[in-house]
């Protein structure tokens, strides 16, 4: 793994200042935009619990960050591994401050690079709408039994003698991993946030070690796929806004408001991952592209505002521009 130098961000007193010695949580943390996160947490100061599924490169990931950073290997798209997961980390330091919901995947990218060739072709379950395309999935009516009486079947259910349809195709049920892992996941995440998050606050309140909720923060990466429809992204495009209209409106809860705990999103444009690796060079000309640390500044943004002030904010990042797209009045 090639590592950039930290670079020096904007708000750097400040970011510190918001999470010296602030226990984080961030998915998708060994590689891309959660490495990029993890690193910059890190180096202020953060303990950070560093997930992803792929224990081979979290491991990789965790001996390049400075500080104090811990690797948990995690399927975020499997309720029970993400409830141990948090268990673990309340078990362990005993508070949560910060949540980066980062973990995604978009499969469908590989369907529109031509450097694939006929491999890219085969792989069907990337294209929601397509046929099958295996010898094993197709099958050919027995033209010879049109117009005989089928047993159990009424009559208009027979095909017409005088049908000219092409042979039948065995379609198989669209790909749904996208959805597991882009919105269940987040969806598992924000639930089991919002409940850590507040159980720690009424135990230190009612206690009296507390007067009054400390600030925790869940962002949620977004994208820009939330706000634009993009061909050949349509799962990957569903996912993202299934994700915009899920933090906008859990922002707005009463009980989210009422625990001091601010939701909000990041949405980057094209963002140089490896996920987004194998898009066609001729596919990227004319779109805003970033580094992941370009991403992290509108992190920083939302986690050194005070309180509540992030709750509900969108951000959005356009190369190294981060612009705020919407919040909550």
């Known amino acids: 793994m090639a ?33 990029a996160l993890t690193r910059m947490l890190a180096s202020h100061g953060a303990t950070v619990i560093m997930v992803d599924r792929d224990s081979n490169a979290l491991t990789a990931a965790q001996k390049n960050i400075p500080g104090r950073a811990f690797a948990y290997e995690c399927d975020i798209a499997a309720w029970e591994q993400q409830r141990h997961l948090f268990q673990v980390v309340l078990d362990r330091f005993m508070r949560l401050d910060i949540v980066c919901l980062n ?64 042979p039948k195709q065995t379609l198989k049920a669209p790909p749904t991993q996208i959805f597991d892992v882009n919105l269940l996941g987040t969806i598992y995440g924000i639930k089991l946030a919002l409940h850590h998050m507040t159980a720690l606050d009424a135990h230190a309140l009612h206690s009296g070690t507390l007067a009054q909720p400390n600030p925790r923060h869940i962002i949620v990466t977004g994208s820009a796929a939330a706000y634009n429809g993009f061909p050949g992204q349509d799962l990957y495009c569903a996912s993202k806004h299934a994700l915009l209209g899920l933090v906008r409106a859990t922002s707005r809860r ?24 194998g898009i066609a060079a001729g596919l990227k000309e004319g779109l805003p592209a970033s580094e992941p640390d370009d991403v992290v500044q509108a992190f920083v943004q939302l986690l050194v505002g005070a309180g509540q002030g992030s709750n509900g904010r969108l951000l959005s990042v356009q190369g190294q521009r981060v612009m705020e797209v919407e919040r909550i009045d």
């Open 254 to 277: 009463k009980e989210v408001q009422e625990a001091g705990v601010s939701v909000s999103m990041v949405c980057p444009w094209l963002t140089t991952t490896p996920m987004t690796a």
């Open 3 to 35: 590592i950039r130098p930290i670079p020096t961000l904007n708000g750097d007193a400040a970011l510190k200042d918001a999470v010296w010695n602030k226990v984080t949580l961030v998915t998708g943390a060994a590689s891309g935009i959660g490495f």
């Open 103 to 166: 973990a995604a995947i978009d499969p469908e990218l590989r369907c529109d690079d031509p450097q694939l060739g006929a491999a890219a072709a085969d792989q069907v379950a990337y294209n929601w709408l397509a046929n099958e395309k295996t010898s094993a999935m197709t099958e050919t009516t027995d033209r010879s039994s049109i117009g005989q009486e089928a047993i159990g079947q009424p009559s208009w259910m027979q095909a017409s003698p005088y049908s000219q349809s092409p």
